[in-house]
């Protein structure tokens, strides 16, 4: 009996050594500490665990407080033993402060972070001074706060592409990032600082971007950048200050494309880089105090007849200078205002455009069929394409819609929508003309197609497609198919069913297509039918 005890008491003991061996290689890294990190009302659907592996995980659902001051994050105590963080999904923000101080790298020992795609928002100082970070996915963020990444000085290249804030400062010296993939979620605000001396940054993906802050971009080495959508450009954006601390100007930006949405660009935007040439567009009334001051590189300027004054200085300093158009005529360029120090611009001779005194005509009118806008255009002399310009607003900003070899253009767009059109005409040495005058048409839904119509049991079902942009369908009868139409009903789909025929009877049916503001497409054709039981 001893010795069966004995026994059972010896497998016992190797079972418990087996399972601890087990549990030792295979089991989960030990807790350290954990608590709870939500937002004011959320403080126990966002919850955090340390584990002595330096992983630190943050889990739940909505917000994470955002009040924190710079100790103020309940793993504070622990931050020199973070090496990685994680946050899950349904977590929809850093808080302010979480991981970084303004005053030093406190998180010594973070490399890494991983945010899952519900994470929208990153507080001011998220991760600032974190001077070891060297990986983070930021491509589904859409704010960043200010000075989130400041002097994170071994951040690698990232990915803004929807981003729709970035603020003031956020990534100030972030000396290793070279490139940022894509920048710029809808209508974009860059603030100022943004971008400064990020020392080796390179190449932007620049994407739908809105305005662009002051010295956003100074101190990188930039080598071009594709501003088409942006609307603002502030001062001193590529160029030299000494606020809030010293940056060179971007002496390696060689291009830059301007769009039409562009309508101010702030002093000193681009003064002392690298610029060859620079189309400013007409949507630019002036380009202010020294713009483009010393940019010794620059030996040609399209200039547009909408410019009405330039700055003290703009183009002081542009000693390669060698060519100007201007896209007016000379006497329109002398009305245009010129403050001291542009020397450059009297030392060469001026191209005018003596095409801008021809001015094309156009006509609009609503295709019946598609609902369509056709413009109709008067052909003018030496004109080799017509470029169309297309605005909601009798007095808003025009965009390019198309550029046409023909006088004739279909424009296509919301049903519903009333648009407003100017045409200019492009000479074959890419000379505008005058602009002709704004004609404006209602876009309509496209007529009904495919109206069919059945019957049986003393009813008549009529089915058609589907139109674009229709909110509803109304239902004509005729007992004849020339006279006395009048409205059954109407329907919100495809379909429509008539009731009150009678059997043995010829009915007659078309549909017209309606927007939500009551604009009304053109009538399907006419179908008809004999009522049957």
Same mark, same amino acid.
């Given at each position: 009996?001893?010795?069966?005890?004995?026994?059972?008491?010896?497998?016992?003991?190797?079972?418990?050594?087996?399972?601890?061996?087990?549990?030792?290689?295979?089991?989960?890294?030990?807790?350290?500490?954990?608590?709870?990190?939500?937002?004011?009302?959320?403080?126990?659907?966002?919850?955090?665990?340390?584990?002595?592996?330096?992983?630190?995980?943050?889990?739940?659902?909505?917000?994470?407080?955002?009040?924190?001051?710079?100790?103020?994050?309940?793993?504070?105590?622990?931050?020199?033993?973070?090496?990685?963080?994680?946050?899950?999904?349904?977590?929809?923000?850093?808080?302010?402060?979480?991981?970084?101080?303004?005053?030093?790298?406190?998180?010594?020992?973070?490399?890494?972070?991983?945010?899952?795609?519900?994470?929208?928002?990153?507080?001011?100082?998220?991760?600032?001074?974190?001077?070891?970070?060297?990986?983070?996915?930021?491509?589904?963020?859409?704010?960043?706060?200010?000075?989130?990444?400041?002097?994170?000085?071994?951040?690698?290249?990232?990915?803004?592409?929807?981003?729709?804030?970035?603020?003031?400062?956020?990534?100030?010296?972030?000396?290793?990032?070279?490139?940022?993939?894509?920048?710029?979620?809808?209508?974009?605000?860059?603030?100022?600082?943004?971008?400064?001396?990020?020392?080796?940054?390179?190449?932007?993906?620049?994407?739908?971007?809105?305005?662009?802050?002051?010295?956003?971009?100074?101190?990188?080495?930039?080598?071009?950048?594709?501003?088409?959508?942006?609307?603002?450009?502030?001062?001193?954006?590529?160029?030299?200050?000494?606020?809030?601390?010293?940056?060179?100007?971007?002496?390696?930006?060689?291009?830059?494309?301007?769009?039409?949405?562009?309508?101010?660009?702030?002093?000193?935007?681009?003064?002392?880089?690298?610029?060859?040439?620079?189309?400013?567009?007409?949507?630019?009334?002036?380009?202010?105090?020294?713009?483009?001051?010393?940019?010794?590189?620059?030996?040609?300027?399209?200039?547009?007849?909408?410019?009405?004054?330039?700055?003290?200085?703009?183009?002081?300093?542009?000693?390669?200078?060698?060519?100007?158009?201007?896209?007016?005529?000379?006497?329109?360029?002398?009305?245009?205002?010129?403050?001291?120090?542009?020397?450059?611009?009297?030392?060469?001779?001026?191209?005018?455009?003596?095409?801008?005194?021809?001015?094309?005509?156009?006509?609009?009118?609503?295709?019946? /069929?598609?609902?369509?806008?056709? !413009?109709?255009?008067?052909? #003018?002399? &030496? +004109? *080799?394409? =017509?470029? $169309?310009?297309? %605005?909601?607003?009798?007095?808003?900003?025009?965009?390019?819609?198309?550029?046409?070899?023909?006088?004739?253009?279909?424009?296509?767009?919301?049903?519903?929508?009333?648009?407003?059109?100017?045409?200019?005409?492009?000479?074959?040495?890419?000379?505008?003309?005058?602009?002709?005058?704004?004609?404006?048409?209602?876009?309509?839904?496209?007529?009904?197609?495919?109206?069919?119509?059945?019957? /049986?049991?003393?009813?008549?079902? !009529?089915?058609?497609?589907? #139109?674009? &942009? +229709? *909110?509803? =369908?109304? $239902?004509?009868? %005729?007992?004849?198919?020339?006279?006395?139409?009048?409205?059954?009903?109407?329907?919100?789909?495809?379909?429509?069913?008539?009731?009150?025929?009678?059997?043995?009877?010829?009915?007659?049916?078309?549909?017209?297509?309606?927007?939500?503001?009551?604009?009304?497409?053109?009538?399907?054709?006419?179908?008809?039918?004999?009522?049957?039981?």
């Amino acid at each position: 009996m001893k010795k069966r005890l004995f026994t059972v008491l010896l497998m016992l003991v190797l079972c418990v050594g087996v399972l601890s061996i087990t549990a030792m290689a295979d089991g989960d890294p030990d807790i350290v500490a954990q608590g709870t990190c939500g937002a004011a009302g959320n403080e126990d659907n966002v919850t955090w665990v340390l584990t002595d592996d330096g992983t630190i995980t943050i889990s739940g659902t909505g917000a994470m407080a955002n009040d924190w001051t710079n100790t103020g994050s309940p793993w504070y105590a622990q931050r020199s033993s973070i090496t990685k963080i994680v946050v899950e999904n349904g977590v929809t923000n850093i808080g302010q402060y979480a991981f970084g101080h303004n005053s030093g790298n406190r998180y010594t020992s973070l490399k890494t972070v991983e945010l899952a795609a519900s994470v929208k928002e990153l507080g001011q100082y998220a991760f600032s001074r974190d001077a070891n970070l060297t990986t983070i996915n930021l491509e589904n963020v859409e704010y960043i706060g200010t000075y989130a990444f400041a002097r994170c000085t071994s951040l690698g290249n990232i990915n803004l592409g929807r981003a729709s804030f970035i603020g003031n400062s956020a990534f100030i010296m972030c000396n290793v990032i070279a490139t940022i993939d894509k920048l710029g979620g809808e209508n974009a605000v860059i603030e100022d600082n943004a971008f400064m001396l990020c020392s080796q940054l390179s190449s932007v993906g620049f994407k739908s971007i809105k305005s662009i802050g002051a010295c956003a971009f100074s101190g990188t080495v930039l080598t071009s950048a594709d501003l088409s959508t942006v609307e603002s450009i502030g001062r001193s954006a590529f160029s030299s200050t000494s606020v809030p601390v010293s940056a060179a100007a971007v002496t390696t930006l060689t291009e830059v494309k301007l769009g039409n949405k562009l309508t101010e660009i702030k002093d000193a935007a681009f003064s002392k880089t690298g610029i060859q040439s620079i189309t400013l567009p007409n949507s630019l009334v002036a380009i202010n105090m020294v713009t483009f001051q010393n940019c010794a590189s620059l030996t040609k300027v399209n200039i547009p007849k909408s410019v009405l004054s330039i700055g003290q200085y703009a183009f002081d300093g542009c000693t390669a200078l060698t060519t100007i158009n201007y896209d007016g005529t000379q006497q329109e360029w002398e009305q245009i205002t010129v403050g001291e120090g542009n020397d450059p611009l009297t030392a060469v001779p001026i191209n005018f455009n003596s095409f801008a005194d021809e001015k094309p005509t156009v006509k609009a009118e609503t295709e019946k /069929k598609t609902g369509k806008i056709k !413009l109709t255009i008067t052909a #003018v002399d &030496g +004109a *080799k394409s =017509y470029k $169309i310009l297309v %605005s909601e607003q009798p007095n808003g900003t025009y965009t390019e819609a198309a550029t046409v070899t023909g006088t004739a253009y279909t424009y296509s767009g919301t049903p519903g929508k009333t648009y407003y059109f100017k045409v200019q005409a492009v000479n074959d040495k890419g000379e505008l003309s005058g602009e002709s005058n704004i004609v404006s048409k209602v876009q309509l839904p496209a007529q009904v197609t495919g109206l069919k119509a059945t019957s /049986k049991k003393k009813q008549v079902t !009529l089915k058609w497609k589907k #139109v674009t &942009g +229709a *909110k509803k =369908y109304v $239902i004509y009868m %005729s007992k004849n198919g020339k006279s006395g139409w009048k409205k059954v009903g109407t329907a919100t789909k495809t379909t429509y069913v008539y009731k009150k025929g009678t059997v043995g009877k010829k009915l007659y049916f078309k549909v017209q297509a309606i927007t939500a503001n009551g604009k009304k497409g053109e009538f399907s054709k006419v179908v008809s039918i004999k009522v049957k039981k």
